[in-house]
């Protein structure tokens, strides 16, 4: 999950990650119903993604269209969160993103209460991060900094589609899917929503926030 | 991967999944890989949905529709006939898909994932101590990739500071040495989208690492993030931040390992 870390751009409240995760070969015995119980906790609070780092998010391609489905617009870009948890079969990262430090700060409590064991960790702005644990009472153990991007710079895309696709830091979301889609968006041919969706869907994880890439595509109107 | 020409209708959904622009659709009207450039994440295959129609259908369909000067608005993330085809990887090229797909098991380095557990459990193992940093520098991310050349360049700068790379990593895994940072040399040519490069130092050696980090990047054709972690003190607060903030940094973003992980590294 360091590819929850080095998320570009100016908009980093409302883009929080939490996951939990075992260690292995100390706490992962058995360890699928605590991080099973970690993610139920987790969607209660409105998580805008969940994923479980081995079966997908709750965004997804669909293996096996057919034409009507595309004719009746009756695709389904979703699963629901109970099928992201159920898939849960071993050690893994249980994740679910927020848009909001509320709802961090109220997993947090819950989290803490049920007492999982599993370590839990927040991806997010600092200052937000900190505040979010303070509310919950906790005591943050360690702290991993962004020192963000060296090198050739150059090769990196426009600001806000550098800003989209670093929500997926495995580099699934390619920075050309990111261009069309905002062109779309721009014709009117896609609504922001829905580009956004398409976006969420490489991500395997969970941890790109399609919220935000909503609000990143509307301000991409007004680009080029 | 690979194409099958008898199945693909050159429709072109699949080219901007690819996050380093591999596919193109060619003289012939069908889609084509550069085995060069694809760095084998499987994301093309993975991450579209299909329909798997037969190509006859689709090909007749998109001559009638051209023919009627109709221009149809089929969803972007559709393979219409299932053409993208996975191949079974042989070495070294396997090692392009297990540092470039989030879904690969590194069956051959032993290590799952492209990284290791890091900070994220350090409540439980204890890895990083106070007075200590570990460090996460990760080369060729976002979509702009990198071969293990690169990589070598910068573990041997790394070597040259006397650091010990975490031997769990699965870079270190392929290290000839991991005294002098070398990487096994049948694989220098091999293009990955992104590795992470590990190790744990002393607080008082960050500057120095950073140093080098830096320096080496500027010779690199690729993107370098820069991580790095430690233990807070027991009364919250935090020594790196202070280095850091001297050496010019402003951390925004962080990972919080909020130690609710049982049993706990100093209790055990
Ligand atoms: S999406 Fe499928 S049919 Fe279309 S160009 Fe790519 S491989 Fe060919
Ligand atoms: S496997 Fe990855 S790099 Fe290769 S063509 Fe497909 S998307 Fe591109």
């Given at each position: ?169 495995h580099g699934m979301v390619s920075r050309h899917l990111a261009r069309k889609v905002a062109f779309l968006v721009k014709e009117g041919r896609l609504t922001s929503e829905e580009a956004a969706i398409y976006l969420a869907k490489p991500c395997v994880c969970g941890a790109f926030n399609p919220a935000k890439a909503q609000v990143i595509l509307e301000e991409m109107r007004h680009w080029? | ?268």
């Amino acid at each position: 999950m360091t590819n929850t870390l080095h998320r570009y751009g100016p908009r980093q409240e409302g883009d929080y990650i939490v996951f939990a995760i075992p260690a292995r070969g100390i706490n992962d015995a058995g360890c699928e119903d605590k991080l099973q119980a970690f993610l139920r906790l987790a969607s209660r609070f409105n998580p805008v993604n969940m994923g479980n780092g081995k079966g997908g998010s709750l965004f997804r391609p669909e293996r096996s269209l057919n034409p009507f489905t595309w004719f009746t617009k009756r695709r389904r870009h979703k699963v629901s969160p109970n099928r992201v948890i159920e898939e849960i079969k071993g050690p893994c990262t249980a994740a679910a993103t927020f848009d909001s430090r509320d709802a961090v700060c109220a997993v947090l409590k819950a989290v803490k209460e049920a007492d999982l064991g599993m370590s839990v960790n927040v991806s997010g702005p600092i200052e937000g991060t900190y505040n979010a644990a303070q509310e919950a009472g906790i005591t943050p153990h360690s702290i991993e900094y962004s020192l963000e991007f060296h090198g050739r710079l150059d090769l990196l895309p426009e600001a806000p589609v550098l800003e989209l696709i670093t929500m997926c830091g495995h580099g699934m979301v390619s920075r050309h899917l990111a261009r069309k889609v905002a062109f779309l968006v721009k014709e009117g041919r896609l609504t922001s929503e829905e580009a956004a969706i398409y976006l969420a869907k490489p991500c395997v994880c969970g941890a790109f926030n399609p919220a935000k890439a909503q609000v990143i595509l509307e301000e991409m109107r007004h680009w080029w | 991967m690979w194409i099958n020409p008898k199945l693909c209708v050159g429709c072109a959904n699949c080219i901007p999944f690819c996050p380093v622009g591999a596919i193109a659709v060619g003289p012939s009207g069908v889609a084509v890989i550069d085995r060069d450039a694809c760095v084998e994440c499987a994301n093309c295959y993975r991450s579209m949905s299909r329909e798997n129609l037969p190509p006859w259908l689709v090909r007749t369909l998109r001559k009638a529709a051209q023919l009627l000067r109709l221009r149809p608005d089929p969803d972007l993330d559709i393979c219409p006939t299932g053409a993208i085809t996975p191949e079974p990887l042989e070495w070294p090229r396997v090692v392009r898909s297990l540092f470039s797909d989030p879904t690969s098991e590194h069956k051959v380095t032993g290590v799952a994932g492209r990284g290791t557990e890091e900070a994220k459990t350090n409540d439980v193992t204890g890895r990083t101590k106070e007075g200590e940093a570990g460090f996460t520098v990760e080369l060729g991310r976002p979509g702009v990739g990198v071969t293990f050349a690169e990589i070598e360049d910068v573990t041997a700068s790394l070597a040259n500071l006397g650091i010990s790379f975490e031997p769990k990593n699965p870079v270190t895994s392929l290290m000839e040495d991991p005294k002098t940072g070398r990487i096994r040399k049948d694989i220098l040519q091999e293009r990955i989208l992104s590795a992470i490069v590990e190790f744990t130092v002393p607080l008082e050696q960050v500057p120095e690492v950073l140093r080098t980090v830096e320096e080496v990047s500027t010779r690199l054709q690729t993107v370098v993030s820069i991580g790095v972690y430690t233990r807070n003190a027991r009364d919250g607060s935090n020594p790196l931040l202070g280095i850091l903030h001297q050496l010019g940094y402003r951390p925004q973003r962080a990972k919080v390992n909020m130690g609710l992980g049982r049993p706990l590294a100093e209790g055990r």
